[in-house]
C-alpha cells in the first residue's frame, strides 16, 4: 500500500471509532478495525469522504461566474483545500452570452480535473423568487438557448435550475432529460401539484436549495416546498440544503434529515467568492455583494446572495449541533455523489472507490486533503 491511515472513520454507512484505511495508487484498498499488531499508531484524527458539492459559484476571492481559466482554477483550490474533493462549479442568471462565457470557462476546468462538472443556475426562473439572480436576465424558457449552453458545457453541464411553472418549463426539462442534464426546480413560485408533478417527471428529480428563493409554506397554501418534500419522501427526489445556519436554520436541517433521511438531502454551500474571504465587497456574476459578519447580501437590497462556507464548515456546524455524523457526512458525499451518477466512483470510503479522503482533528477541521491516493 503506498498510503496507509489511522483514526476515526465515518463514512456514509459506519462510524468505525478506530479503523485503518489503505490506498494503493488511486484506490482504496483496505477499511477495517484497527488491531494492536497494526504499526499505525492510534491517533484522534478522523477520516471522511472526499466531500462533493453540488452548488458552488466560487471561493477563496474568486468567481467561476467570471468565465475566466485563472478565477476557476483560484475558486476550485480554494476548496479543494477544505475538503471538497468534487465541485460542481454554477453558473448564476446573466446575459446568455456571459452565461456561455462562464459555462465554457467550467468546461475547460472539468477537463483539467479541477470541477467535477457545471450547474446553470438559471436563466429560466421565476422574477418574483429571483433572489440574487438578475430580474434584468430572466428568460422564458428557450430551447434555443438551451442547447447552447448544454454544447458549451461539452458533455459536463449535468444540471439546470428551471421554475416549473414558467411557460415552456416542461418542454426544456424534456430536451435536458434527452442529453441527460438533470432539469431541478428552484427559484420558483409553483403550487405544490405542479412542483410534485415536475420532479416526478424527471429521471432523477432535483431540487435547487430547498426554502431559498420560494415562498414560505402555509398550511392554506402548499407551495414547492411542500411538493419538493412531497416528491423526496417517495423517492422521486433529492432536495439542497445549505446548512450554514443563515440560509436554512440548524433546527430545520435537523427536521428535514428526520423526515427524509439521509439518502434524500444533499448539503451544498451555494458559496461565491467570499468564501472563505474577509468582509467586504463582491461580485455574484453581473450582482454586487456586500459581505457583512460573514453574510453577502446583495448591495441593492437585502437578498442572500449565495454562502460563505466551505461544505466541511457545514459538516462540522451541524455535528456540533447534535446531529448523527454519519448522516451528516453522507448528504455530503455520498448522496451528491449519487446525484451525479458517481456513487459507484467516488463519495465514501470503500474497498475499490477512488481515494477521496479527507483526514480532520476531532473537531473535524482539515488536516489533510487526498484526491486520487495524491495528497493536494
Known amino acids: 500500500m503506498t498510503l496507509v491511515l489511522r483514526g476515526r472513520v465515518v463514512t456514509g454507512d459506519a462510524d468505525l471509532p478506530d479503523a485503518v484505511v489503505g490506498v494503493e495508487g488511486e484506490r482504496i484498498v483496505l477499511v477495517r478495525p484497527a488491531t494492536v499488531a497494526d504499526e499505525e499508531p492510534a491517533t484522534d484524527q478522523v477520516i471522511v469522504p472526499g466531500l462533493v458539492d453540488l452548488h458552488c459559484h466560487g471561493g477563496g476571492g474568486a468567481s467561476f461566474t467570471a468565465g475566466e481559466a485563472a478565477q476557476v482554477e483560484q475558486g476550485a483550490r480554494h476548496h479543494l483545500a477544505q475538503g471538497t474533493t468534487s465541485l460542481v462549479g454554477s453558473a448564476v442568471t ?43 436576465h430572466l428568460r422564458t424558457p428557450d430551447l434555443a438557448l438551451t442547447e447552447e449552453l448544454v454544447a458549451a458545457g461539452r458533455g459536463h453541464l449535468r444540471m439546470m435550475t428551471v421554475a416549473p411553472e414558467l411557460p415552456g418549463a416542461d418542454e426544456v426539462a424534456a430536451l435536458l432529460t434527452s442529453l441527460g442534464v438533470v432539469a431541478a426546480v428552484g427559484h420558483t413560485e409553483a403550487d405544490a401539484r405542479t412542483t410534485e408533478r415536475f420532479l416526478r417527471a424527471q429521471p432523477r428529480g432535483h431540487v435547487t436549495h430547498l426554502f431559498n428563493g420560494m415562498p ?62 474577509p468582509d467586504g465587497d463582491y461580485l455574484l456574476g453581473p450582482q454586487r455583494v456586500r459581505v457583512e459578519h460573514g453574510v453577502a447580501r446583495l448591495g441593492a437590497g437585502d437578498s442572500i446572495a449565495g454562502g460563505t462556507s466551505r461544505l466541511l464548515d457545514i459538516v462540522r456546524r451541524q455535528v456540533s449541533a447534535g446531529l448523527d455524523p454519519v448522516t451528516v457526512v453522507a448528504s455530503a458525499s455520498s448522496v451528491p455523489a449519487s446525484v451525479l451518477g458517481l456513487d459507484d466512483e467516488l463519495g465514501a470510503i470503500r474497498a475499490g472507490l477512488r481515494a477521496d479522503l479527507v483526514v480532520t482533528d476531532r473537531d473535524l477541521r482539515p488536516l489533510m486533503v487526498i484526491r486520487a491516493g495524491a495528497r493536494v
Open 94 to 136: 446573466d446575459t446568455p452570452e456571459a452565461m456561455l462565457r462562464a459555462v465554457t470557462a467550467m468546461a475547460d476546468g472539468v477537463e483539467t480535473g479541477l470541477l467535477a462538472a457545471i450547474h446553470a443556475e438559471g436563466p429560466f426562473l421565476s422574477a418574483a423568487r429571483c433572489g440574487a439572480q438578475d430580474p434584468a
Open 216 to 277: 414560505p409554506t402555509h398550511h392554506r397554501d402548499a407551495g414547492p416546498v411542500a411538493g419538493s418534500l412531497a416528491a423526496a419522501a417517495a423517492g422521486a427526489a433529492v432536495v439542497e440544503l445549505i446548512g450554514d445556519g443563515v440560509h436554512v436554520a440548524d433546527d430545520m436541517v435537523s427536521v428535514i434529515l428526520r423526515v427524509l433521511g439521509a439518502g434524500r438531502v444533499a448539503l451544498t454551500t451555494d458559496a461565491m467568492a467570499a468564501a472563505g474571504m
